[in-house]
C-alpha cells in the first residue's frame, strides 16, 4: 500500500531558527507531490506543487525541494506566523487521488 | 474571489439522524473532493467527481454515506442514518482538474452524540 510518512511529527522553533520537514513516500510512480499549510479551525491552504526530482519552489521564507523517494520544506527565519501544521500529499500516476501524511506541526516562538 | 463554501460549519445531532453536508466549488473547477479528518486518521479521501461524474468512491467508508453532484456548482454529502463515529470534520476541495491542487474548503464539523 502507498503510504506519506512525514517527519517531525512537532516542531518547535525560535524565531529566525531555520529547519526543514521531511516528507518520505513509497516509490511506486509519482504523479505529484504536493504541500499544504493548516491552521487550526480551518482548511489545508495550498502552498506548492511538486511534479519530478530535482524541482524545487520558493515561496517568502518556504522553500520545497523533490527526490526521488522524499521531499523536504524549508523554513528559512521563521516567524510567529510561520506556526501550522504543514502536510504533504502524493498523487500516484495509477490514480487521482491525494494521500495525505499526518503532519508536521510547526510553532515558532517569538 | 470566492473560494469553496461549505455548509453548514458546525452539525450537532444525535445518532440515527440523517446529516446533509453541502459544498460549492470555485467557479470554473471541474473536479470535486469529498475528505474527513480526524486526529486518529487523518485526512482520508471519500469520493471524487470529474466533471459531475463520481470518479471513485471507493474511500466511502459504508452504505450510510452518498454523495451526489446534480451540478458543476453543487454537490452534497448525506450519511443516513448517522453514528457517533462519523464524528469528524468534512473537508470539500476543488481543482480545475483531476491532477491539478486542491482548493479546500473551511469544513463542516460534525458530531453525533
Known amino acids: 500500500e502507498d503510504q506519506v510518512t512525514q517527519s517531525p511529527e512537532a516542531l518547535r522553533l525560535q524565531e529566525g531558527e531555520s529547519s526543514s520537514l521531511n516528507c518520505s513516500y513509497t516509490?511506486?510512480?509519482?504523479?505529484?507531490l504536493f504541500w499544504y499549510r493548516q491552521d487550526p479551525g480551518k482548511g489545508p491552504e495550498f502552498l506548492f506543487t511538486l511534479y519530478s526530482a530535482g524541482e524545487e519552489k520558493e515561496k517568502e521564507r518556504l522553500k520545497a525541494t523533490l527526490t526521488k523517494k522524499e521531499s523536504f520544506l524549508h523554513i528559512t527565519a521563521p516567524k510567529p506566523e510561520d506556526s501550522a501544521t504543514y502536510l504533504c500529499a502524493v498523487q500516484y500516476s495509477n490514480d487521482y487521488k491525494l494521500s495525505f501524511g499526518a503532519g508536521t506541526t510547526v510553532t515558532v516562538r517569538a | 474571489d470566492a473560494g469553496v463554501i461549505q455548509s453548514p460549519r458546525h452539525e450537532v445531532t444525535e445518532m440515527g439522524q440523517e446529516v446533509t453536508l453541502r459544498c460549492k466549488p470555485i467557479s470554473g473547477h471541474n473536479s470535486l473532493f469529498w475528505y474527513r479528518q480526524t486526529m486518529m486518521r487523518g485526512l482520508e479521501l471519500l469520493i471524487y467527481?470529474?466533471?459531475?461524474?463520481?470518479?471513485?468512491d471507493s474511500g466511502m467508508p459504508e452504505d450510510r454515506f452518498s454523495a451526489k453532484m446534480p451540478n458543476a456548482s453543487f454537490s452534497t454529502l448525506k450519511i443516513q442514518p448517522s453514528e457517533p463515529r462519523d464524528s469528524a470534520v468534512y473537508f470539500c476541495?476543488?481543482?480545475?482538474?483531476?491532477?491539478?491542487?486542491?482548493?479546500f474548503g473551511p469544513g463542516t464539523r460534525l458530531t453525533v452524540l
Open positions: 516509490v511506486s510512480g509519482l504523479r505529484g
Open positions: 476541495a476543488s481543482s480545475p482538474g483531476l491532477s491539478s491542487e486542491q482548493f
Open positions: 467527481f470529474n466533471n459531475n461524474v463520481p470518479i471513485d
